[in-house]
């Protein structure tokens, strides 16, 4: 009988354990494997939690939300890109998860117009490459800039910013869109200049008088990959830790030196109308620049989509 | 001073266990540093990543030459060649190829040493163009499947394996990203283990073939000159190749490997191995020296640094903190040359070890082996989420096509490389058309 009791104690403290451990905090990532900006900002920001929380990674859509299903306390991010990828192969994506009561955050990278320190080609009517990271629309954008402009741009995907910036320096393209994490570092040594800017407000290196939108027509005259912070919790503790930990002043550093815009953040920033700006914008960008059927994001909650 | 010399220590440690262990990725070091970013200064996570790094490379061979399972997937090249030796030649193999890695880091180190203190950085990134990289891509494929059995076979697979590698490029159809819908449970691992490995053992297991002959001792081994002409060949392949965006270290090796004749085995596996591991040193260049990312590893672990808010490539000029006079680049090299010294010594060392290892194994090969396939397959799963049932029944289908294609004396090696530079050869291809056929 003794033992008994020992038994059922041991297997309540185990049991109490596991409990403990399924509750922690999911921070969630999809793709395989772990890299890119989504990665970047959700480790930045569990970085600064001070509740517990664990590092989820699951290959798709349909894998995160199934994590989002399960689990009581989930943290995961968004991303417009991703969004529109699926929303275009007829996938799943997360905004069937999103409530704006959970949203605490949102923000944005962007790109500047560069080319080879010297290069004397001008955006024109001569045939040019311009690289772009495959993530952004690529065809869209450079379409509606040869339709405005009379410009002959093609445009040509890379993997990732470094890779446009690559491609720039070793001849294959004439311009390229390099993030300014990678192009301003590169404009200070002398390598490549940036003319030109998506970014509305311009940078410390790119005023905003050099707005892409001032000197071309664009149907859509901002350009950004954006981001939604989301935290799945009933927990009021694990809430207020997110909200103090993306207002924090190291997480506020984490953004702006590593060039993210249009940022805003806490739960008191973020209202239905911003998150209807986030799902907006991928509809423009499909309709606009894709010339394919719009987004309505409360439309695809009640999808049930393969 | 001793912090540092514990993170470099610990980072060696890592890098043989991962370089021993059959299929655990090479871009590890980054996932491993994961939960320490917050408590480490960058100096460690460069010095850990960088250690790491190369000895995943370094001790990759050594599983392929003595067990024929690759360590990494650059040891997949001659993997079936190692069938052709026995377990004397292998053990000298493992020293000779040793000898060839440590060439190859130190000849690419060379390099860099030059292009970082000429300033060369800018024109060696020229020479990573996409026609070259294309070209390479091409005759790589061309030589692959023209010395095969049968040669339209061997380009049809390659092709197949193509078509169903994971792509990247987002701006293809999508009919493409339909297709993969089949073999999204399907992993690299899986395809090695299904079509090479296992219809290997289940031969050997319905032939009864005779066990490997591992009761050797190291005494009777009957060291071979070392060829320095087969590593000085890998070696500059591979410090060239290493610019490359992409799996460069697997690329150089089967380049280095197709340059010699079918029957030189010992020379193919030894230019190969020096080049996957100079190429590894090379391909660090664009990194440290511009602050491109070029290889998964490297994109790993720009994103770590990223959230350490360290801004590449001017952070790498900041100083030292161990000695100030150096900055973080030159610390850099600092680590690679005493990382594979130190390898080099332990590579040499070893030798009694994996002796004393086959000892222990003899007549119980068949039973490792088992729990080496399923240690492949845990290893697999826990770095792949893929759903479980169509992973074991891809790999059951595939097992079953290998088996065939071993009993039938066909190579499925143009396969398994179609699938793996099927996404560096898309993105290669796409890069082609557009900047030179397609129209406004």
Known sequence: MKNLWK???????????????????????????????????????????????????????????????????????????????????DEQSLSKAVHVK????????????????????????????????????????????????????????????????????????????????????????????????????????????????????????????????????????????????????????????????????????????????????????????????????????????? | MLEFSLVLLLGIIFGIMVGLLPGVPGYIGPLIMFPFVSILPVEHILTFWLATHIGSQYFGSVAAILLKIPGEVSSLVYVRDIGKLDMRQRLDLVRQTAWGSTMGNMFALG????????????????????????????????????????????????????????????????????????????????????????????????DEKKEDPVDVNIKDIKRSKLDFKAMFRGTWIGSLMGLIPGPSHILSGIVSYNSYKKDETQKKVISAESANNSATISAIMPFLFIGFPITLSEFLLADLLQVKMFLMPMDFKNAWS??????????????????????????????????????????????????LICYLIYVDLKFNPVYLIPYFLTLAVLTWIGYKMLRNDINPMPLVFGYILGDMMTWSGYHFFKLHLATI
């Open chain 1, 102 to 306: 959970d949203v605490v955050g949102t923000t944005a990278s962007s790109w500047h117009m560069c080319k080879v320190n010297g290069a004397e080609h001008e955006i024109g009517r001569k045939r040019f490459a311009v690289g772009v990271a495959s993530i952004l629309p690529v065809e869209g954008f450079v379409r509606d800039l040869n339709e405005n402009n009379a410009t002959k741009a093609i445009g040509v995907g890379y993997k990732s910013s470094a890779q446009v910036a690559q491609a720039l320096l070793n001849g294959d393209v004439e311009w390229g869109m390099v993030n300014p994490g990678f192009s301003e570092p590169l404009m200070a040594e002398g390598k490549l200049v940036c003319p030109y800017t998506f970014i509305k407000q311009g940078t410390e290196m790119i005023s905003k008088d050099k707005f892409m939108a001032k000197e071309f027509r664009m149907t859509v005259p901002e350009l950004y990959s954006a981001y939604l912070i989301n935290i799945k919790s009933g927990d009021e503790k694990i809430r207020a830790d997110v909200n103090k930990a993306i207002t924090s002043d190291k997480f506020a550093e984490f953004l702006v030196k590593t060039n993210y815009i249009n940022t805003k953040v806490g739960f008191d920033a973020v209202d239905e109308a911003e998150v209807d700006r986030f799902f907006k914008y991928i509809d423009t960008m499909l309709v606009e620049l894709y010339k394919e059927d719009g987004y309505d994001w409360k439309k695809e909650q009640t999808k049930g989509k393969k």
């Open chain 1, 7 to 89: 038994l059922l104690l041991v297997s309540l403290a185990f049991t109490s354990l596991q409990t403990l451990a399924a509750d922690k905090l999911k921070v969630l990532y999809v793709g395989q494997p772990q890299a890119g900006p989504p990665m970047v900002i959700t480790k930045a920001l569990a970085e600064n939690l001070t509740v517990d929380w664990e590092f989820v990674s699951m290959k798709d859509c349909a894998g995160a939300l199934e994590v989002i299903d399960k689990n009581e306390n989930v943290l995961f991010l968004m991303s417009d890109v991703t969004t529109m990828t699926g929303h275009r192969r």
């Open chain 2, 322 to 371: 161990v000695f100030g006079g150096l900055n973080l680049i030159e610390m850099s090299f600092l680590v690679i040359v005493v990382s594979a010294l130190i390898y080099h010594l332990l590579a040499q060392r070893f030798l009694g070890f994996y002796e004393k290892l086959l000892h222990l194994a003899y007549g119980r090969l068949k039973l490792i082996f088992v729990a």
């Open chain 2, 111 to 206: 390099i860099l040493l030059v292009v970082y203190y000429f300033g060369l950085s800018t024109g060696v990134v020229q020479l990573s163009g996409n026609n070259v990289k294309l070209f390479l891509l091409i005759t790589l494929m061309m030589v692959m499947c023209w010395f095969t059995n049968h040669k339209a076979l061997s380009f049809l697979m390659f092709i197949i394996g193509m078509a169903f590698s994971e792509k990247t490029a987002g701006t293809l159809p999508t009919w493409v990203f339909h297709m993969q819908e089949y073999t999204t449970d399907m992993t690299l691992f899986g395809l090695i283990l299904g079509m090479l490995i296992i219809p290997e053992f289940i031969r050997e297991m319905i």
